[in-house]
């Protein structure tokens, strides 16, 4: 025996040598496909690393104290948390009073805290000045510079600590992203929005000093969006902010040890405006954020590896069909087929652990390559390392794969017949008998099942019903491997006339006990098979959809196709059918037209792909899978983003907008008064002031009725001349500059109200029902005295949406007029500015005092740098499938080329040149990649036109990404060609007396 | 039906009929043939007449459609592929006309390949195979792949190949037919002395009449059927053959 199987591997290790090319295509596909697992399960192995690593650095100490809930935000929160705690904790004497009690309770603890800075847009810009950069939508972190953090050092590139640089009410420190964006140096001058001080740059510290998981939501968007610290004496610059009004404390204990009493201790002050978070909070948190990136990388690795499989599947085929003759001659010398089949088993497992090898090595390798994108989703910096357990998983589950799906086209292998050796000329590709060959095909599914099973542990659990499900699925298969087995043994019994039949019929009813009862015990213990049946139906249907796609576009033969028209008896089958014939007819139609019309080559080529309809509909699968995820993902952001694009500077009508931390009517005439004299840098503006007040009386006069009501309300005046909202008007008109800068004759100004609450998104009364003509009595406040002014509005406009904008929150606005005489609450412009002017514009703006000009644009890049955080990760990993389609559409290549050698060497003999040759092939395959596109990148098209039309109502024309759509399609064929050109080149060379004579 | 034991080969009334697309082809109908322990026979025929195929019957690598095949006194017509096998490995040896080497082992490891995969194994695989190689004069090349060996290397490396586990009969076909006088001339003398040394008995497939009149009885089949069966040694006979050839256009 032992002789024997070391015939096999030096017989298998023999055939991979003389067989080069072959053997390196089936090994790159097997690599790839472990590679892309490989690297998934080691960026998940860094990112628990991280996750478990300082448990107190990351919570920022061993007990972080914050309010219970969005409504317990700091100064909602004035209640006592006990007796000894005379004030809030979350003020300066609060955070007093913790620290004497920590100091009673648990000797030698340290008490901190961090406060955020508030008020519209309050250090949320920053600008320098001399430098002409700005960035937006960044984080601020107030903290007491000596004392913060409890745990660690925060120190700078220069080596200083926050406590050294932060010596000033005026001393800032940069995050490294933030400046980074700035182009800020140590010593520059930085203007933050909402500030009445400049501030000098003191320092830089690294990104992931508060990025990533730890502090929460915090750090996450101080790692997406930049951070700066500054110490909390510098709140006095920034106007509606409270000295020492904390957002989160740290304590650090005398003993960490007794961190879960403390918290208990803690928790039972107030339980419902605090809550904490321990050390061993964060260690269970992490643990579940752990498992669940586990989950995600094993699932996304696992579709990588079957994409690599059907690379096995078509190799082994190859190598089977390729060797009938070899198969028969070694039959005839007395192998039995279970020995053949083991034979290519063995040359299939020597792939598997070849090919996982250069797997594992090419995994840690793009693990390290990508590292930037896991850090870019996570926000924080991950440490490289080449880790064991990812590579024993991808390696083991590699060459379980390999082997699996190696194992049919070698069952194959044993079925030759011996008396094919007489007859070479009728060599064929060997079909395994039909009902063995399914026995087999039921058995893979349940030893894939076994694999998936140990991958994916307990993530199936929660399926409603799966202790129901995968029993019954195992019983269905047992069954039908019964029945298939009993069928063979009849029709054996058939052909060998005179033997007995009663001991069989027993052994029938046993095994169709025994695989029932077996099955439904299978079921029980292996929840994955469930995915892998439905994996193995979806599969199936896509098969022989691209199958019947590359006959339609060939123009093929109905005669070709009969056998498959029978598949659509199955009931399973029938919602397909329309499906088939609105893409079939069509695409069949356009097929046979070129097959009449175009020039021979491109007959040739298209002949080309009719000829091996299988191969082409596994290299589509592979290539629709991986373009589809990726077309998917990138089309939707492109479309989100531009879409928010255009609704963000609609709804504030312009480009930019100027804000101001000191709302007064002098600021609106001071700034109007600038803005006019640099008129020559704008296209247009106007100025818009909101205004605080309760709408008191309502009158409906559809209905007639006059509402008493009392709502507190915001309110917008605004210059007409330009730049009005572009809202979509389900009732009367916006504002028009031509009448409205005024009262009518009876004393009412005109209005535009939309009807949703820019936060709920719901109308709400009276804006439910709200109509042209209906009037408004507002009791508007000045916001320096609080003197109520009446004024009278009636509504002109009712616009679909809501209200919000980057300058207020306001659903309501009227001509700036109507308010003389009323100190605003906020005062802000919106402008049209031509990018070129925008560096002298925020220049000459900073000669009012107060005020920020943002670009709506970096609104969009706020919401482009959230997508693009969370799109990153799936989008490596499409990238990934798309990398493992790619090795396999090259196997696949470099495989039909092999089998056409002779029809190449023809070709040449009668007088084709090799570049026409040459030209053919490389048709024949970006023939494929188009196909492969418009249905992946098709598809995806579909999906997302579907969705616009429901979120858009049909305003699709500019918002599809034709752009991105075409340049995917372009991927497709790049990577087809790709793939083929190696291969092809070295055939298409190939002298034609070398291929007739020895294929 | 009863086998006689001085028969290695019998086949009784065997017809076979192949499935060629639409067509239905009687390969052969009713042969029935009785060949003696050391005998060497040559089947000689036009294409299609059914040699290859009486030529697969006998060597176990097919079945008939009726009739009974002995080898070796064992009915081997309802056996299963498993026993086939077994059948093959042991008792049968075969030569083909483009030798059929495994291209990716040397002279030396197809030579021993039978003997690894006899059930019962009666000699030592390497050692087996050296003094077969030996024995057709091709040792040294015994450690050479078949792409590395001429064609009359390759048949006698064959040849060996073929009596690997010491058949009782060799089956060959065609087996100077890839090669030029020299190497064909050597290949039948191998055969003789296997013949004649060994006392294996031979079916041998072949177009050449020349290489069929070596042999010591020589059957041809025309459209299936057994048309003559004569001693090539017999002048009376051979010349009566030779008109028949002409007459139906054979080499």
């Given at each position: 025996m032992i002789d024997r199987v070391v015939f096999f591997i030096t017989h298998s290790f023999n055939d991979l040598r003389v067989n080069k090319q072959r053997t390196l295509f089936a090994l790159l596909c097997i690599a790839a496909g472990v590679a892309a697992m490989v690297s998934l399960q080691t960026l998940g192995v860094m990112i628990n690393d991280t996750l478990t690593g300082s448990l107190q650095e990351s919570n920022r100490g061993d007990l972080r104290i914050h309010p219970e809930s969005e409504y317990a935000w700091?100064?909602?929160?004035?209640?006592?948390?006990?007796?000894?705690?005379?004030?809030?904790?979350?003020t300066r004497r609060g955070v007093a009073a913790m620290q004497t009690w920590f100091d009673e309770n648990y000797p030698g603890s340290v008490v901190t805290y961090r406060q955020p800075l508030e008020g519209a847009f309050a250090g949320w810009s920053a600008f320098i000045p001399e430098r002409g950069t700005v960035k937006s939508f960044i984080w601020n972190f107030l903290i007491e510079a000596d004392t913060y953090p409890v745990y660690g050092k925060v120190r700078s590139f220069d080596g200083l600590t926050l406590n050294e640089m932060l010596q000033a009410p005026t001393d800032i420190v940069l995050g490294e992203n933030l400046a980074e964006d700035l182009e800020a140096q140590v010593g520059d001058t930085l203007r933050l929005s909402g500030a009445s001080q400049d501030f000098t740059v003191r320092g830089i510290v690294p990104t992931d000093t508060e990025s990533g998981f730890r502090n929460s939501a915090d750090g996450f968007l101080a790692g997406l969006f930049g951070f700066y610290y500054l110490d909390v004496s510098a709140v006095q610059f920034f106007e509606d902010t409270t000295p020492g009004q904390a957002s989160e404390l740290y304590v650090r204990l005398g003993d960490p040890s007794k961190v879960d009493e403390a918290q208990e201790r803690v928790e039972a002050f107030k339980r419902n405006a605090i809550s904490t978070d321990s050390t061993t909070d964060l260690r269970e948190q992490n643990a579940v954020i752990s498992d669940q990136v586990d989950d995600m990388v094993v699932i996304m690795g696992l579709v990588s590896l079957l994409i690599g499989g059907i690379g096995i599947v078509n190799t082994m085929l190859v190598i089977v069909s390729r060797r009938t003759t070899e198969i028969a001659v070694l039959k005839t010398l007395g192998v039995q087929p279970g020995e053949v089949t083991l034979l290519f088993l063995v040359e299939a497992i020597i792939m598997g652990i070849l090919g996982g090898f250069l797997g594992v090595l090419g995994g840690w390798g793009l693990a390290y390559l990508t590292k930037g994108v896991a850090e870019n989703f996570l926000g924080q910096s991950l440490v490289f390392t080449p880790a064991i357990a990812p590579a024993v998983n991808g390696y083991v589950v590699g060459v379980a794969i390999t082997m699996i799906f190696g194992f049919l086209p070698t069952l194959a292998a044993g079925q030759v017949r011996p008396a094919l050796v007489l007859r070479p000329?009728?060599?064929?590709?060997p079909q395994a008998g039909r009902l063995s060959a399914f026995v087999a095909l039921v058995a893979l599914i349940l030893v894939l099942s076994l694999v998936a099973q140990g991958l994916l542990g307990d993530l199936l659990d929660d399926v409603p019903y799966i202790d129901t499900i995968t029993p019954a699925i195992g019983v269905v298969y047992g069954v039908l491997m019964a029945l298939a087995l009993i069928a063979a043994d009849i029709i054996d019994r058939r052909k060998r006339r005179g033997r007995p039949w009663l001991g069989h019929a027993v052994s029938w009813l046993v095994t169709l006990a025994v695989l029932t009862g077996g099955g439904a015990l299978v079921g029980q213990a292996i929840p994955a098979l469930l995915l892998v049946t439905i994996a193995f139906v979806v599969v199936g249907y896509l098969y022989v959809l691209f199958w019947l796609i590359i006959w339609a576009a060939g123009g093929g033969r109905f005669r070709e196709i009969w056998p498959g028209v029978l598949v659509l008896l199955l009931p399973a089958l029938w919602p397909l059918i329309p499906v088939l014939i609105v893409i079939l007819l069509p695409v069949w139609a356009l097929g046979r037209l070129i097959q009449r019309v175009m020039f021979v080559d491109f007959r040739i080529a298209m002949r080309g792909m009719l000829a091996t309809k299988g191969r082409g509909a596994t290299t589509l699968l592979a290539l629709v899978i991986g373009i589809f995820t990726l077309s998917v993902i990138t089309m939707l952001v492109d479309t989100i983003t531009s879409a928010f694009e255009d609704l963000l500077n609609d709804a504030a009508g312009g480009d930019v907008v100027v804000f101001t931390s000191m709302p007064s009517t002098e600021t609106i005439t001071r700034l109007r008064d600038k803005l006019e004299s640099e008129r020559d840098l704008l296209d247009g503006y106007a100025v818009i002031a909101s205004f605080d007040g309760n709408l008191s009386d309502y009158r409906d006069v559809s209905q007639n009725r006059n509402i008493n009501i009392r709502m507190y309300e915001s309110i917008d005046g605004r210059d007409l001349d330009s730049n009005l909202p572009k809202l979509t008007f389900t009732q009367g008109r916006n504002l028009d500059p031509a009448r409205d800068n005024e009262a009518d004759t009876e004393g009412y100004w005109p209005v535009v109200v939309q009807t949703k609450d820019p936060y709920s998104e719901e109308s709400l009364f009276p804006y439910d029902d709200v109509e042209v003509g209906d009037i408004m009595t507002f009791q508007v406040q000045s916001s320096d005295t609080g003197r109520r002014t009446p004024v009278m509005f009636k509504v002109v406009g009712v616009a679909e949406?809501?209200?919000?904008?980057a300058g207020s929150d306001s659903r309501l606005y009227a001509p700036l007029a109507a308010f003389e005489g009323i100190e605003p609450s906020n005062v802000a412009a919106v402008l049209d500015v031509p990018k070129s002017n925008m560096r002298e514009l925020r220049v000459s703006l900073m000669d009012v005092p107060g005020t920020f000009a943002l670009e709506t644009r970096y609104l969009n890049d706020l919401v482009n740098q959230i997508v693009d955080q969370f799109t990153s990760f799936p989008i490596l990993v499409a990238a990934l499938a798309l990398f493992t389609g790619g090795f396999v559409i090259a196997n696949s290549v470099a495989l039909s080329t092999m089998e056409r050698r002779r029809e190449i060497g023809v070709m040449k003999a009668v007088g084709l040149q090799r570049e026409r040759v040459l030209g053919m092939l490389l048709l024949e395959h970006s023939l494929t990649g188009i196909i492969g596109g418009l249905i992946g990148v098709g598809i995806s098209f579909v999906i997302l036109a579907l969705m616009l039309y429901y979120m858009f109502q049909g305003e699709l024309g500019d918002r599809l990404p034709y752009g991105i759509a075409l340049t995917l399609m372009g991927v497709c064929v790049v990577i087809s060609l790709v793939a083929a050109i190696a291969s092809v080149w070295t055939a298409s060379g190939e002298k034609p007396l070398n291929t007739l004579r020895y294929e | 039906m009863s086998t006689n034991g001085q028969y290695v080969v019998q086949t009784v009334d065997v017809s076979k009929d192949l499935a060629l697309g639409q067509v239905m082809v009687h390969a052969l109908r009713g042969v029935t043939l009785n060949v003696k322990a050391g005998e060497f026979l040559g089947v000689i025929g036009p294409s299609g007449s059914g040699k290859s195929t009486l030529l697969g019957l006998i060597g176990g690598l097919d079945t008939p459609t009726t009739g009974q095949v002995f080898i070796d006194g064992e009915d081997i017509t309802n056996l299963t592929e498993r026993e086939l096998t077994r059948i093959r490995n042991e008792k049968i040896g075969f030569v083909f006309q483009f030798f059929?080497?495994?291209?990716?082992?040397t002279a030396l490891q197809n030579v021993a390949l039978p003997i690894r995969f006899a059930r019962h194994r009666k000699f030592d695989p390497t050692g087996r195979a050296m003094e077969l190689l030996t024995l057709l004069e091709v040792d040294d090349r015994a450690n050479h792949r078949p792409n590395q060996l001429s064609g009359g290397q390759q048949q006698r490396v064959a040849i060996a190949r073929a009596l690997a586990n010491n058949p009782p009969l060799l089956m060959c076909d065609e087996p100077t037919g890839n090669l030029d006088t020299v190497s064909g001339a050597l290949v039948m003398q191998a055969l003789h002395d296997v013949n004649e040394e060994m006392g294996t008995t031979i079916i041998m497939v072949t177009h050449d009449m020349d290489i069929a009149s070596q042999a010591h009885r020589v059957i041809s089949l025309v459209d299936g059927r057994i048309a003559d069966d004569i001693d090539p040694r017999s002048a009376a006979q051979m010349t009566a053959m030779n008109l028949l050839r002409e007459e139906r256009g054979l080499e």
């Open positions: 700091p100064g909602f929160i004035e209640s006592d948390l006990e007796d000894s705690f005379a004030e809030s904790a979350f000329s009728e060599a064929i590709i949406g809501a209200g919000l904008w | 059929n080497l495994v291209p990716t082992l």
